[in-house]
């Protein structure tokens, strides 16, 4: 997808209200783009947007840290 004149990858989830005992619904975004930078390296960029969703939606506890995705770039830059 073209998102903020960049091609991007995004990836959503959907939490429904109640889910592993939290209120309200939650839906987490994810946006991925990898780009081009010098010395044909190349640079992996990523965005996390998080929504409460749906009609009279009680505030709940987000938490979208994962440090895998660090573990990610840190692999592609040495593929080089």
Known sequence: MNRNGREEVMFKYHSPDGDAGFPGAVEARVYYSVEKVKNDGVQLD???EVELVGD???ETVVNVTNHGY???LLTLSHTN
């Open 70 to 72: 660090a573990q990610a």
């Open 56 to 58: 009279g939606v009680d």
């Open 46 to 48: 990523w965005e996390y």
